[in-house]
């Protein structure tokens, strides 16, 4: 019997319609639009707007056209694997929540939590699942409202992040064709540089975390950039020598979009001509979790049956990964 491989068979995304562009943050923070640009790629991001909207509202509308464009009904879902950094609540977890919102019934499943890196890290999670024959079609979705934890007083981090969500399909392939290889890394060392100070069990909220503003994102650039830069390169030109692949050989790169300077030295350190480089950092900013699917969702229609297709990402913890997979459709 020929070896299963877990392919993506259907892929969706949603943005918010709120669009928060470089000028009108030069409004609320000491900053300009020249400034994001030269040193992001960044212009505009998204921002989920409305009482009461979290993560899953976004990944509801990701998961619904995900199974209208596949044809297939919630019911038939075996798991979902949700990544995000920004889950509705503390508990339960918001697989169990989106779950409910799309109507699969039959689905059990958790979420991840590898900050930029939870695609990827989902990605390899659910393939488990789809190549032990235990499963027939696995949702994986991936996705933040980076909005909930942004301070708009902190020009270092506000004009980096924004929200939207992604989804794939994962189902059973006997042609050769899906998630090929993965390598996944982590480094617990990187938490000083990039982390939220208060709201988890080692500092719960208090009047004085809220005041003190320690629960936001808080970052030191330049050293998650020196991070980034060299091992989200580095692991994915390891995935390339591991499997013998050449520059030539990849169809496309899709890269986590946290900065388009980042980007570029992944792509360089492959060997990969720019025109084969997914990119949308420059409307979407970094939506964490959600960068990597919402590139391949917008990228779907360029996607051949048969590509060789590398993905990347870095992020908090820190965590770092590539996947190496062969497009299914």
Known sequence: MSKIHAAITAV??????YVLTNKELESMVDTTDEWITTRTGIKERRILKGEGLGTTDMAMHAVNGLLEKRGISAEEIDMIVFCTTT?????????NILGEKVGAKN?????????????????????????TGKHQKVL??????MSSIIDYTDRTTCIIFGDGCGAVLLEPNHEGLGVIDSILRSDGSGIKHLH??????VKPATHETID???HYVYQEGQAVFKFAV?????????????????????????PHQANKRIIDATANRMG???DKVMINIERYGNTTNGTIPLCLWEWEDKLKKGDNVVLAAFGGGFTWGSVYLKWAY
């Open 12 to 17: 969706h995304g949603y943005a918010p319609d």
């Open 87 to 95: 889950p509705d609540l503390s508990f339960p977890a918001s697989a």
């Open 107 to 131: 689905a059990w499943g958790y979420d991840v939590q590898a900050a930029c890196s939870g695609f990827i890290y989902g990605l390899t999670i659910g393939s488990q699942f789809i190549e």
């Open 140 to 145: 994986v979705v991936a996705g933040d409202k």
């Open 196 to 201: 939220q100070k208060a709201g988890g069990s």
């Open 212 to 214: 003190n503003r320690e």
């Open 230 to 254: 060299t091992n989200m390169a580095d692991v994915a030109a390891e995935i390339m020598d591991r499997n013998q692949l050449t520059a030539d050989d990849v169809a496309w790169l899709v």
């Open 272 to 274: 990969v001509g720019s």
